[in-house]
Each structure stands twice: as C-alpha cells, then as structure tokens.
C-alpha cells in the first residue's frame, strides 16, 4: 500500500471509529468468555418447545457457526493489519475474533450432541465446508463485505431471542443458555465487522452485494439443513408439530410470526447511512446478563446435587 493511500485509511479509520465509538453505549463492551455447555443423556432431543420442526431448523441454524465463525474471523484477519495504527476498532477485532471462537466451540456440542441422537448435522457441515473454499477464493474484500452483512444477520437474530422471552421459555433450559449468551454477544460486537468493512472499503456497491451472498447462503444452508434433518427423522414426522413450527415462523399473532416479523429489519442494511448501533439495543444485554448468570448457576447447581 502506498504512503498516500495509507494516509487517506488512517484517516477514514479515524474518522469512522469516532462515529462508531459516539454510537456504541459506553456499557458495552465486546469480551470473549467461554460458555463452557454440556448437555448429557437427560436432555431432549426435541430441545425447542418438544418440536421435531422446530429443533431441526435451530439445529440447521447452529450447524452453521463453526464453519460460519471461522470463515469471519478469517475475513478480520486479513485485514487487521491495515487497521494497526486504530487501536480503538484493533481492539474490537481481537474481542470479536475470541467471542467468534467460543461460538464456534460451544455450538459444536449442540452439533455433536444431534449427531448422537441420530440427526445428521455432520452431512449439513459438510455441505457447508465444501462451499467454504469457493468464498475464500473471492476478492477479500468481498469476503469482507460478506462477513459484515453475516454479522448484521445474527445481530437481528439475536435481537429477536432477547427481545422475546417467549422464545427463550421455549428451549429446554440445558440448552437455553447458549442462544442467551450467543444472543447478547451478537449484540454487543455487531459493528465491529461493519466497522472494519467501512474502514478498508466502504462501497455501498459491495456491501450489498456482500449482504446479498450472506443472505442467499444463510436461507440455502438453513432450509436445506431443516429439510435434511426432517427427511432422516421422518418417523417422528408431525403434521401438527410442523404447522405449529410454521406457524411460530410466519403466522399472525402476538407469539407466533417471528421469522415474519423481523423481515422489515433487514431492509436496514440498504440505508446509505446505516450503522448497526443506530439501533440501540444494548438495553437487551443489560436485561439477560443477570438472567444468563442465574441460569448457569441453576445448571450449577443441580449438577451438583
């Protein structure tokens, strides 16, 4: 990179971590904290409100993030270095890539844990992994533009968990505490790729064409993953359970509809001006944070029992 082109990132890096740092709540921060999950044999396979439907489409949902974790933090460190001299959005790099990891490491157990049960998680993996290649063969600012629109997309998710205990009284609480816990680290880092997207390129071109790519993989990967598991567990097939589960995606209603109703939201990322903390959520984080720590010392606790 040449002297006058470093200069002119320096100072758009600048700029933008002070727009992005006037954005983000000071009660925010981004730390990586493991989870440290286990799920044993008094776990249900139907872990999501005893719904064969529903489970499998979450389950798809987590199949996607170890691979998904690693292809974004691949996508940070190729830049990073160009970002060195910006310690504010450096710093946020190195908490997002550890957060990232843990995700990963503790969305493997959900997976593992359905292979155990008889759901093949690991043939949707490998769906995946075959597929990681091609995008890391794309121009890395693609890649970089890919990851900020995926980061967009698990922040709204995120934002729909919290936002609606409901859902959350849904899964079993063994595992209730990962979609908390991953639910407010979404939140809490969800500029962070963004940030960084808009410090090395920032063409509104290609982020939406990065959101595009995002959202095509993230539909293909999840219908096919919900199919495959519903195909393969098809002696525990409930029309009633599924058009429930449909229902609680699309339908009409106050607990029902959620896929439905979060549709509007990611119109936003087509806004010239968006940034992710103009949506102050951080209200959420505070909210589950004390909840998390009392569901893990439930699970604490009757282990020790």
């Not at 489970?55 to 798809?60: D, K, N, R, S």
């Not at 993030?65 to 190729?78: K, N």
């Not at 049960?117 to 890395?140: C, Q, S, T, Y």
Request: contains cysteine; charged residues 25%; proline residues 5%.
């Amino acid at each position: 990179m040449n002297m006058s082109a470093t200069n002119t990132l320096k100072s758009a890096t600048n700029t933008l971590t002070w727009y992005a740092k006037a954005l983000r709540p000071d009660s925010v921060s981004i730390k990586p904290k493991p989870l440290g999950m286990k799920l044993d044999d008094a776990t249900p396979t139907y872990w999501f409100d005893n719904n064969s439907f529903l489970t499998h489409f979450l389950t798809a949902f987590s199949a996607i993030f170890p691979e998904g974790e690693s292809f974004m933090i691949h996508s940070v460190r190729l830049f990073r270095a160009d970002i060195s001299e910006n310690k504010a959005l450096n710093k946020d790099c190195g908490g997002f890539i550890g957060q990232e990891a843990h995700h990963s490491n503790e969305h493997s157990i959900i997976n593992d844990f359905m292979v155990k049960r008889g759901i093949p998680v690991d043939k949707l993996e490998a769906f995946i992994e075959w597929w990681v290649p091609l995008v890391k063969g794309m121009p890395e600012k693609d890649q970089m533009a890919i990851t900020g629109a995926a980061e967009h997309l698990t922040a709204l998710f995120g934002d729909m968990v919290l936002r609606n205990p409901d859902i959350i009284n849904q899964v079993d609480p063994a595992v209730r505490p990962i979609w908390v816990w991953h639910a407010i680290e979404e939140i809490e880092h969800k500029a962070v790729t963004y940030d960084l997207f808009e410090a090395v390129d920032g063409s509104y071109a290609r982020r939406v064409y990065g959101y595009a790519i995002a959202l095509a993989f993230l539909s293909v990967f999840v219908s096919y993953g919900t199919a495959l598991f519903m195909i393969e567990d098809r002696k525990n097939f409930s029309f009633s359970g599924t058009a429930k589960g449909l229902w609680w995606m699309f339908g009409l209603g106050k607990k029902s509809g959620y896929l439905r109703k979060s549709a509007p939201f990611l119109l936003e990322y087509f806004k010239f001006d968006f940034h992710p903390w103009k949506d102050d959520n951080s209200n959420l984080i505070k909210e589950w944070r004390p909840e998390l720590d009392r569901m893990l010392a439930e699970i604490k606790s009757k282990a020790a029992a």
